[in-house]
């Protein structure tokens, strides 16, 4: 008798689920379209309760917004940038009968008039993205959610550092930015929020940015196969969906919509020394030495926490660090940049200068009572300015003046999820209010751009302060578009081989969001690393976008030379070997705040076309700048491993020999090489069709390089690159201080020709010849010409199988031309 009772509430309960379910999504499954309205850049479709509007930014972008029992939102994006450089097309619409659709030139649209189902082609007609058919959206008292068909050979790269496999697909994440100090492999959500992610399938890619500031989730498959969703409990579902049909071309379209990272400073590309804490001016004075000393270039040495009063930012302890603005100024005459922590949270102590400004103005958030929220952080009991009001940006950007007048070189924003201390959830309360300039919200919405606002109003303030100098910030915390405003790392990890391993999917994550100079706590921020892992990781610093060594309190010194000879030799090997690809990594960058397409990337990004490329066969390897592939070894207890080679010919970088592939007769071997490198390699490829630029070796980016810029020259199709150069600090280069020049080869036959085309720019670089190394070569030259002048000062080295030559600097074009 119980157990039919039993049964009897159980179908009960499951019949009013189904009407519950089915009255929430009614919209879906009993209304019909009322109204069809063609708009200037689009349409608009009214069904019962839901209104959709479809507009075309460009011919690839086409954004979508839901209005459900209302009117639409405000139309403001903390991410979307004004200036994004589209053009709207003349969209034609079209009404059909069962269906509406909308062409771009580029796109047709179909919306199906008895779900609102939306279904993508391109203009050949190829299906891109279709809706779930039956129950496209959503809308419930909880929230809503947008689904989508999922096939079964499409793969999804993005949503930030995720730190899972680079191919987000099978996994189920949360948008919400959180101080997890030792997260773990899948954990989640991490200190960052980029709802933006990127669809792959044979060879052609979409992405889609469902830019809504609350906690977002994302589905890949996690739960069903069949279809992916992404949904929100508050706010308005808004996303843009953009076309590739190029993986490069969705990625940096993002950009574009989002804002690009800008030019860096050339010293952040230098070696980065940090820790928690160098805790007196002593203590630095003696870690900086030690590097100019051994003669291993660096050029930032960053102060943690403990250098202030009492943690408050905006003050030093004068009892450990009495004389800072003289350290500062000395350490910049030895090379180095100073680089400051300056955390987010306002000691609210009476007599602290900037509680004392900013509670007179007003400028913190509110509990719902109208008083200050205050909650404890590494200062005590604290206040939050209210970064999303210009004037409490204007006025916390002004706090910097004392520090950039005494040559501070740059600000690190760290704690900024925001973390609180003591709260189950470490972060203030849903209901604490925010006053988006006037418009009044609570942290449902703001909690995710509160790190965004807050290295907003650091960026702008150095602008003001000085405005010709490239500010440097460095954030935790972020939503998309905070690229625009400063670099990022992926918080508190873990000195474990794992978590190096982890260092490629969270860095490669970043830059297919749009965020592209990103970097990790070198060596792992908790925990003591074994020495071969210190190298290990050292190495692999060098071919990260931010190369910077982060250590934790309590846990063992990590200089490169705290593990005696043998280790600091290979770590100083690598780091030296930074200093002299500068030139490629600073060209890499240039060309990335131009484009939006990453320093360091995903296989696919270069070769979409390489099935192997897609989906997890390839991680644990990564392009660096187009023309080099990097493999490094990140498992410890492995006899070696296996890269995918992708098609055409592939030079050793450190040897600079044709690379030949494993066993090709074993199928399970076909197109791989078998790496098992020794601690002083880390394995790097050069594509064919490459020129490298390098430089002698310096011990900061202030030296001058002494000699000429090499260039090395690795014959093969589509040889076409360019070098760079500008001060490397100022903004002189949006005035044409720069100098930029084409490079390029051909091979036909018996002879190499080597071309460098004028120069363009007002800028002189520092080199006064190249040094021109070129692979592959068969055999002595017969001749070497420069200029179409024959000359003897060549030499051709047999072991590397490479002819060089001394061609001097000029800004006119000029040509070398090998024989053999």
């Not at 509007?53 to 979508?64: G, H, M, S, W």
Request: overall charge neutral; proline content about 7%; some cysteine.
């Amino acid at each position: 008798m119980k157990l039919a009772i039993l049964l009897l509430l159980l179908c009960l309960t499951l019949i009013f689920a189904a009407w519950a379910y089915a009255q929430s999504t009614e919209s879906q499954h009993a209304d019909v379209v009322t109204t069809v309205s063609p708009l200037p850049d689009g349409l608009e479709i009214t069904m019962g309760r839901t209104v959709l509007r479809i507009t075309a930014l460009n011919p690839n972008v086409v954004r979508f917004r839901y209005a459900h029992d209302g009117p639409f939102r405000p139309d403001e994006s903390f991410a979307v940038v004004k200036d994004t450089g589209f053009t709207a097309p003349a969209v034609k619409v079209t009404d059909k009968g069962p269906e509406v659709v909308m062409q771009t030139g580029e796109l047709s649209v179909v919306v199906n008039k008895s779900s609102l189902a939306v279904t993508i082609y391109d203009a050949a007609g190829r299906l891109i993205l279709m809706d779930r058919s039956d129950v496209p959206f959503t809308f419930t008292p909880e929230g809503f959610q947008s689904w989508k068909r999922m096939p079964d050979d499409e793969h999804y790269y993005g949503l930030g550092d995720k730190a899972v496999s680079e191919d987000r697909r099978q996994h189920g994440f949360s948008m919400w930015n959180t101080d997890v100090p030792m997260w773990e492999e899948s954990t989640d959500p991490l200190y960052k929020s980029i709802p933006f992610f990127m669809g792959v399938r044979q060879g052609n890619a979409y992405g889609i940015f469902f830019d809504n500031t609350f906690r977002s989730n994302f589905q890949f498959g996690k739960f069903n196969d069949g279809f992916y969703s992404f949904g929100a409990p508050g706010g308005e579902l808004n996303y843009y969906f953009i076309n590739g049909p190029r993986p490069k071309r969705v990625v940096g379209t993002f950009a574009a919509l989002t804002g690009r990272t800008p030019l860096p400073p050339l010293f952040t590309l230098g070696y980065q020394q940090c820790r928690w804490s160098y805790m007196s001016e002593a203590r630095v004075r003696e870690v900086t030495s030690g590097f100019r000393k051994r003669s291993i270039p660096a050029d930032v040495i960053y102060l943690d926490i403990d250098y202030q009063d009492r943690n408050r930012p905006f003050t030093v302890n004068r009892q450990t660090f009495p004389t800072l603005e003289q350290m500062v100024k000395d350490l910049g005459q030895e090379g180095w940049k100073t680089v400051l922590i300056t955390d987010l949270h306002i000691a609210a102590v009476p007599g602290y200068k900037p509680f004392d400004e900013g509670n007179k103005a007003g400028y913190f958030v509110k509990n719902p009572d109208g008083t200050n929220f205050v909650g404890p952080v590494w200062p005590g009991p604290s206040v939050f300015p209210d970064f999303t009001r210009s004037e409490v940006r204007k006025w916390w950007g002004s706090l910097y003046a004392d520090f950039v007048k005494m040559g501070v070189r740059g600000f690190w924003n760290d704690m900024n999820e925001p973390s609180v201390f003591f709260r189950a959830d470490k972060t203030m309360p849903l209901d604490v209010v925010s006053s988006v300039e006037g418009r009044k919200t609570d942290q449902r919405e703001i909690h995710n751009v509160f790190g965004l606002e807050n290295v907003h109003a650091t960026y702008e303030g150095l602008l003001a302060l000085a405005p010709d100098v490239r500010p440097f910030v460095l954030t935790r915390a972020a939503y998309a578009g905070a690229q625009r405003y400063a670099a990022t790392w992926t918080g508190d990890n873990q000195a474990t081989w794992n978590h190096m391993r982890l260092s490629l999917p969270t860095v490669t994550g970043l830059g297919v969001s749009g965020y592209a100079f990103v970097g990790v706590d070198v060596g792992g921020f908790s925990g003591s690393p074994t020495p071969e892992l210190l190298t290990r990781w050292t190495a692999l610093g060098t071919f990260l976008p931010i190369d910077r060594n982060h250590a934790a309190k309590g846990t063992r010194d990590r200089e490169p030379w705290v593990d005696g000879p043998e280790h600091e030799a290979i770590r100083k090997k690598f780091i030296e070997e930074r200093y002299r690809l500068l030139p490629y990594i600073y060209t890499s960058m240039e060309e990335t705040s131009r484009t939006g397409v990453p320093l360091m990337r995903l296989m696919v990004l270069d070769y979409p076309d390489d099935p192997r490329m897609t989906g997890r066969e390839a991680e644990g390897q990564y392009m660096f700048g187009n023309n080099l592939l990097v493999a490094p070894k990140v498992k410890e207890f492995v006899d070696g491993y296996d890269m995918l080679v992708p098609e055409g010919v592939w030079f050793d970088y450190w040897t600079g020999q044709r690379v030949a592939l494993t066993n090709q007769d074993n199928p399970e071997m076909k197109g791989k090489l078998h790496l098992n490198p020794k601690l002083d390699e880390i394995p790097v490829f050069v594509r064919a069709g490459s020129i490298i630029p390098r430089q002698p070796l310096v011990q900061n980016t202030s030296e001058k390089p002494k000699g000429p810029l090499e260039l090395r020259v690795y014959p093969g199709p589509k040889c076409m690159d360019y070098i760079y150069s500008d001060d490397g600090s100022s903004f002189g280069y949006k005035r044409g201080e720069y100098y930029r020049a084409q490079l390029s080869c051909e091979s036909s036959g018996n002879s190499v020709k080597v071309a460098i085309a004028a120069g363009e720019g007002k800028y002189i670089p520092w080199w006064t010849s190249y040094n021109m190394v070129v692979a592959d070569a068969p055999k002595a030259p017969a001749s070497v010409a420069v200029g179409g002048q024959p000359v003897s000062n060549f030499h051709y080295d047999a072991k590397s199988k490479s002819v060089s030559v001394t061609v001097p600097f000029s800004q006119a074009p000029n040509e070398v031309v090998i024989q053999y």
